[in-house]
């Protein structure tokens, strides 16, 4: 089945087409790794699937609904940033919360659901701390559960990892990974790290300044480079 189809999805900012024509399909459970330069439109791409930008042309469909307009709120999806984004006022338990908060569910449900999420992350000691107080990891722990409380069918990843340093990098990827396997939801996962790509991804998308130059399952794409750009990317010898 598939979950996230994008039919030649394109994004202008003023004269400047950022995202030139992109027709991929994301499977139901898979783990989709964006790869590409900085400044080819990662980022974007990410933004439309979500809702926080529009595209300028093209149809976005979410588990076979047409989403091309819908409000973010409404695709099924959420996105954990490099930055975390957390509220600095609020507490883990209340980042977690918050947006079950904000959708109105009782105070018993939220309680329930942060208790399980918080557990599920490692994150249950830490829940009355504010998020100065918490390493790089924990921040991004924290990030993820804020997703994974609204049991979206995609989650959307823009670079998750990279401030991190790198053996905590490598505990997370693996952590990830484990996360993805238990709960068997579509993930589409943007890194300019090699390694997170060969690891991580059932597939891999390689763009380069708004197309899409090659798709592929890793090794696919590490034996036969359609292109020397996709071979540095990949990192294999071609
Ligand atoms: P990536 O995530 O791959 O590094 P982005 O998607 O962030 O790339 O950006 C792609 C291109 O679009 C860049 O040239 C960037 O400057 C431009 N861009 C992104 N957002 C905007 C915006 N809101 N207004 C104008 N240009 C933008
Ligand atoms: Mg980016």
Redesign the pocket.
């Known amino acids: 089945m598939t979950s996230v189809v994008l039919k030649d999805i394109r994004k202008s900012?003023g004269s400047?087409e950022?995202i030139k024509g992109i027709d991929l399909t994301v499977e139901t459970g898979e783990f989709c790794v964006f790869v590409?330069p900085?400044?080819?439109?990662?980022?974007?791409?990410l933004r439309m699937i979500s809702g926080l930008e529009t595209s300028s042309s093209g149809q976005i469909v979410i588990d076979g609904e047409d989403v091309t307009h819908a409000e973010p709120s409404k695709r099924g999806v959420a996105m954990v940033f490099q930055s975390y984004a957390l509220y600095p006022h609020l507490t883990v338990r209340e980042n977690i919360g918050f947006g079950l908060s904000l959708a109105g569910r009782p105070k018993s449900e939220i309680a329930e659901k942060v208790e399980k999420t918080a557990e599920s992350l490692q994150l249950t000691h830490l829940l009355d701390r504010k998020p100065k107080a918490l390493s790089g990891g924990q921040r991004q722990r924290v990030a993820i559960g804020r997703a994974i409380i609204r049991n979206p069918k995609v989650f959307l990843f823009d670079e998750p990892l990279s401030n991190l340093d790198a053996a905590l990098r490598s505990q997370m990827r693996m952590e990830l990974t484990d996360l993805h396997a238990k709960l068997g939801a579509t993930m589409i996962y943007?890194t300019h790290d090699q390694v997170e790509a060969m690891t991580m991804a059932d597939k891999i998308v390689v763009l380069n300044a708004g197309r899409i130059e090659q798709v592929g399952p890793p090794m696919d794409l590490y034996n036969n480079p359609v292109s020397p750009f996709v071979a540095g990317f990949i990192g294999s010898p071609k």
Do not use: E, P
């Open positions: 900012f400047f950022v590409g900085s400044g080819c439109g990662k980022s974007t791409l943007v």
